[in-house]
């Protein structure tokens, strides 16, 4: 019988990482989770991607800093001789690839020509996978980091769950392109570009980045794209490392999903591909689950009975209307359970299926977030 709750997780992994689809919660669970964490006494490093602006107000994140930022154990609501702490940090993509990019350059000088060219200022943020493989490279970075017991990694609001496993191929793929190795070969070759050099595919591309125009265009690229490339050994190396650590036994995955049937099939999916890549999948979050606690309205007449004896004076009309409600959010409940019934059944070797339900309002605040937090690891 799978656990209904995952607070074993937070005293015996170092690193859990929400996986899901956009938009199911992945950035409220992880945050939750980091709190649980707090709670029993971790010391927790929730590093966030893209919370909303005000559950990043009440983290302390409220000028948006990628700064570390220490919440106020009183805030938490932490004994005062509680072991443990939160800190939220921002994930800066942009930063955290100047920072690879200072790790490998072969000379200092190599490394100022890449980050002060604007090529590489638009490449930073844009290319493929360049936020998942972020994520995870701050993972690497911070995973030893004495400070902490347990990191809590949210991970970026990609429509596909999958972009996130994929992102170091993707990463790799970007810089090893046929496109770009053709560039940088024909930069070698002549010592400079010529436009006859090129082939269709590079015109096109330079075409996409017509912004860049003027004289020495296509030295700018073609040295920007060499002393990348001067440096894509250690990037792949690196990559490899990365995905290496996700499948340490001290990481643990949760999914996170909706309980919508296309939500669902999408996350049952996504677990199957974390499980063939030899990670460990220890828990599923369904977050927003439609409830209703059964009432006793047998019928609109009775319904506006009760009202009279409450001394309301209502129309059976206001009554039935109320049933019909009922009855609506009762077929939402029951088609909910149904799908989490049919993912506990699909997915046999998971140990953990929790069920957070849809609260009336976006979870924004500490409250909220405590709310969620006891339902995600009762305290
Ligand atoms: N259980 C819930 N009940 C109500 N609103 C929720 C719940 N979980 C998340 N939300 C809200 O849904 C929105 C998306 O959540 P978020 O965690 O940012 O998703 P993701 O990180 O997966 O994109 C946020 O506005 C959040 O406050
Ligand atoms: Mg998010």
Redesign the pocket.
Known sequence: MANSSLSDLLTSHRVIV?V????????????AIALAGARAGRRVLCLT????KR?ATSLGLGSMSHEAQKIDSAVLGLAPDSKGSLTAMMLDVRRTFDELVTRYAQTPEARDRILSNSIYQQIASSLAGTPEYMAMEKLYALKDDPQYDLIVL?TP?TSNALDFLEAPDKMVAAMDSPTIRAFVSAFEKGGSMSLKLLSKAMAQVLQGLSKFTGAGFLEQIAGFLTDLQSMFGGFKERALKVREQLKSKSVAFVI?SSPEPMAVTESLFFAEKLVEGGMHLEAVVF???RRVDPVDVSSPQRIANILREADIEQPVELAAGILKAYHDASVWSRRDAGEIVRARRELPLVPRFIE?????????DLR?LTR?ANYVAPA
């Open positions: 929400t899901g689809s956009g938009g199911v919660g992945k950035t409220t669970t992880a945050a991607i893209d919370p909303a559950l949210d609001p996170v977050n927003r689950v957070v339900p849809a609260f009336d309002e976006d979870v924004y909220a969620v």
